[in-house]
């Protein structure tokens, strides 16, 4: 059975909130400071702790850094410009990178608010204000001011002792922050140097993250949709809008469904945005689960809702529900050799099944209605290949859920020879179907008719499972 994880993010995401909600699911603690151990970073230390959120235990996952890392820039009412808030009601928080660089010179690399400023959510528990607290960049206050540019940030990723799906999934969250940036300021992949991001708390984050995720092997991550808040919030260089500019570019590039709230804040960070991109699958929620283990992550900020993200491992008993859109078009001037190409072609390039329908179209036109069954990912892919191939000038697009039933293959052992057979799981005993290019090569090597082979093999499962 495939092992299914669903991020519920209704109240946003960040770094730490997803790295404490996994640990709090499952993933091995012991793992996850070993891997960051391995890497050529210094200068911090995490703690993992409990704390409350709403009245809610909750684990809480701490990038904590040396006074040389350290930095002081945690003013709600300097972000919001909320005289009301206090200025202890700010982030600690492992992946943040603070957006209000206090005055310090920046080059093509400037980074504005927008920049990986992840900062924690939902501050129940009372925090030093001078310590203990996570940001990248130093604003002016005396420290130095890490610049690594992506080359940089994946030389680091590569010298720890990661899985490769671990370091493969590092290297994608942040080339995902590091396109972001590029279209942000307008410069290429490679000129974006992250003072904010390249800082060791967010690489920190970052890889754990990742390694948590790789170590709960999920088959399938649902994402359905990240709530995220409004209003403004001060960087360096004025005020700008919530969501900020990196996760409103994440959001679009990678088709990541926003829930904007209409509450102040800042909800979701780039990094939260970036992990989702990063590790979400296009499958839509099953609409009936049961849900296994359930992990809660803090936040650090105080919101008007409590800031959590919670991690579950589900399972679909019922049947394997996902997503299907189906592509039709009426093609009324291609010849049946064009068209059984075309057909070839859409198979070839993904697509779940694609038939025909004799109609008759205006003026008594016969034509043939071209119907392609496609996965939402590949459905632009498809449709290219349609007008390139055909002379239609217009597709209809219909999504539509479907239920599948769950299935598996085994090969059975038959006086022939050999077959694979797929079985499909039905509430009165298994349905059982041979595989047509197994049958056909027997039915080539002995000489037989197709119903012959295929009885013999369904005898062969039977007499095989029989108790």
Not at 303 to 327: C, F, N, P
């Amino acid at each position: 059975m495939r092992k299914q994880l669903y991020l519920e993010c209704t109240s946003g995401i960040s770094g730490d909130m997803t790295v404490a909600a996994l640990l709090d699911l499952g993933a091995d603690e012991t793992v996850l400071r070993k891997a960051l151990a391995s890497l050529p970073v210094s200068g911090y230390r995490i703690a993992v702790t409990r704390v409350k959120k709403a009245g809610l235990d909750c684990c809480d996952f701490n990038v904590i850094l040396d006074e040389a890392h350290e930095n002081h820039d945690h003013d709600m009412a300097y972000l919001f410009g909320s005289p009301d808030v206090s200025v202890h009601d700010h982030a600690h928080n492992p992946d943040h990178v603070h957006p209000h660089d206090h005055g310090h010179p920046h080059d093509v690399h400037d980074h504005d608010h927008e920049h990986h400023h992840d900062h924690g959510h939902d501050g129940d528990q009372p925090h030093d204000h001078g310590h203990d607290h996570e940001h990248p960049h130093d604003h002016s206050h005396g420290h130095h001011h890490a610049h690594r540019g992506l080359n940089d940030i994946i030389g680091i990723i590569s010298r720890g002792d990661l899985t490769p799906g671990a370091r493969d999934l590092a290297v994608r969250i942040f080339t995902i922050l590091a396109e972001a940036e590029s279209k942000a300021h307008g410069v290429p992949v490679e000129q974006v140097h992250f003072h904010e991001v390249g800082a060791v708390d967010s690489i920190v984050d970052i890889v754990a993250a990742a390694v948590c995720l790789d170590n709960l092997g999920a088959d399938r991550v649902f994402v359905p949709e990240l709530w995220e808040g409004g209003g403004t919030i001060r960087c360096q260089h004025g005020i700008i809008p919530v969501p900020v500019p990196a996760v409103t570019f994440i959001a679009a590039a990678h088709h990541l469904p926003l829930h904007l709230t209409g509450k102040k804040g800042e909800w979701v960070t780039p990094t939260g945005a970036a992990i989702a991109a990063a590790v979400r699958t296009t499958d839509p929620l099953p609409q009936r689960l049961t849900i296994e283990k359930i992990g809660l992550g803090a936040g650090k900020r105080t919101y008007e809702q409590a800031s959590i993200v919670r991690a579950m491992l589900i399972a679909d008993q019922t049947g394997d529900h996902d997503q299907v859109i189906k592509l039709e078009t009426n093609v009324d001037d291609c010849t049946g050799e064009a068209l059984g190409y075309v057909m070839e072609k859409l198979l070839a390039a993904g697509a779940r099944d694609v038939h025909y329908i004799p109609v008759l179209m205006k003026k008594n036109r016969p034509a043939y209605e071209l119907v392609v069954i496609a996965s939402p990912k590949d459905v632009d892919r498809l449709e290219k290949i349609i007008f390139a191939e055909t002379t239609t000038i217009g597709i209809r697009r219909c999504a539509m859920d479907r239920t599948v039933l769950k299935r598996r293959s085994e090969t059975v052992k038959t006086p022939l020879g050999p077959v694979t057979v797929k079985i499909c799981d039905l509430p009165d005993g298994p349905r059982v179907y041979p595989e047509y290019s197994g049958v056909i090569a027997l039915c080539a090597a002995h000489h037989l008719s197709y119903q012959e082979v295929y009885h013999q093999v369904i005898a062969a499962y039977q007499e095989a499972h029989c108790d």
